[in-house]
């Protein structure tokens, strides 16, 4: 049987499951765009986790080769979600319920590894090798990019993997690829997030198409939306009631922005005749609706206090109780009022927007500037710490 047409085979069988397991905690959606797709020529990965675990944050790690900025719970070290290292290499991922696994599986502690010894696809592949071979792989889709364009998925099981690359036709026609909580070569069984995943294409299809897409696109349009199988709120703010939820509330349980949604990550990457040093980050702490997004960069050191530090963070503190206030009605926890996003005093989608389009110029020039000459690690360090100061400044705190 050709493998394109397994592939749609088990999309559809994945599109008609019951949504019995998209309630599920740990879950999330991913993609990656190699150079030919995006409007700059540079590469793109994104992820937005689901997790049982409000409170996150970003950490500086020294790994065996290379440093790296890793997503983390804010209690536990041992294990990263997402990040970026010092080459350009970064990696995400997402559960996969529908393939085999083991449970001496430990994915988030693969991801630790992998950043801080990986440069490229093929490094992040014999990784994935020996895994198999000891028949401890994970029950996972991972993404990765790196400073040589690639940009690649690994659907992993138990005892294998299979490798989809942005680079050929076949895997991916559009130069993206997209995952959430099933695979393409898994069973079909206890697969979840096929709204999403269709969803997240049909933006990528459209935004390639008119020549849309970079990462202020998939910070502003993708990560942030909340429409669902069962309501389409755009433009915001709704204005019709669902059930009996009250008037203007859109439920977020199928959205690519969940009300589950911890951390929000794009990293946009580096051009071949650039430094990967200047693979840029983009974070938010939180439910990506509720947060603006501020630059992160491997070769800066340690996180500003802002995103990391001892205790909770306080961007990802902040987004929390921003979080609280937009799912305001009681018996209705999982649906967010859309009139406060963009409407009252405070709309909290706009105040991000308007806070972002600032922090988006400045980035954009900086590393336009530094591309053509060079910058000592003070500047760099000083730059970054200045754009997250003006964040929390501008949120009023």
């Not at 005892?159 to 690359?165: A, W």
């Not at 559009?174 to 069984?189: D, E, I, M």
């Not at 018996?331 to 706009?350: A, D, M």
């Amino acid at each position: 049987m050709p493998r394109t047409f397994l592939q749609y085979l088990l999309i559809f069988l994945a599109a008609i499951l019951p949504y019995a397991y998209l309630n599920a905690m740990d879950e999330g959606v991913i993609m990656v765009a190699n150079s030919s797709t995006t409007r700059d020529g540079r590469p793109l990965i994104w992820q937005n986790r689901e997790s049982e675990t409000d409170h996150v944050k970003a950490r500086l790690f020294r790994g065996p080769q290379y440093d790296f900025i890793g997503i983390i719970n804010s209690n536990d070290t041992t294990r990263v979600w997402m990040g970026l290292n010092t080459v350009g290499f970064a990696l995400v991922g997402t559960p996969s319920p529908d393939h085999s696994g083991s449970t001496a599986a430990q994915p988030g502690a693969f991801i630790k590894q992998a950043l801080g010894t990986c440069g490229r696809l093929e490094h992040f592949e014999n990784l994935l090798a020996q895994a198999a071979s000891a028949g401890i792989g994970s029950q996972y889709n991972f993404g990765c990019i790196d400073a040589l364009d690639g940009a690649a998925v690994y659907e992993v099981s138990g005892s294998d993997y299979q490798k989809f690359d942005t680079h050929n036709p076949l895997d991916a026609p559009q130069g993206f690829l997209v995952r959430s909580n099933f695979s393409l070569t898994g069973k079909g069984k206890k697969a979840s997030g096929s709204y999403r995943y269709h969803r997240a294409n049909e933006m990528l299809f459209n935004a390639v198409k008119n020549r849309m897409l970079d990462y202020q696109f998939v910070i502003r349009k993708m990560a942030r939306d909340i429409a669902s199988p069962q309501i389409d709120p755009y433009p915001l703010p709704w204005q019709e009631s669902y059930k009996e939820a009250p008037k203007g509330f859109v439920i977020t349980e199928n959205s690519l922005n969940r009300h589950n949604t911890v951390c929000s990550v794009v990293v946009h990457g580096s051009r071949l005749d650039e430094a990967p040093e200047f693979s840029t980050m983009w974070v938010m702490l939180g439910e990506p609706i509720c947060t603006p997004a501020v630059p992160l960069w491997p070769r800066c050191g340690p996180v500003p206090a802002e995103l990391g530090g001892n205790g909770n963070a306080q961007l990802n503190q902040i987004s929390i109780e921003t979080d609280h206030t937009l799912y305001s009605a009681k018996k209705w926890p999982t649906f967010i009022n859309s009139s406060s996003l963009v409407e009252g005093r405070y709309p909290v989608l706009l105040q991000n927007e308007k806070i972002e389009k600032e922090i988006f110029l400045q980035v954009d020039r900086q590393l336009a500037s530094w591309r053509q000459s060079s910058v000592s690690l003070e500047q760099f360090s000083a730059f970054q710490k200045k754009m997250i100061s003006n964040v929390v400044r501008q949120l009023g705190f």
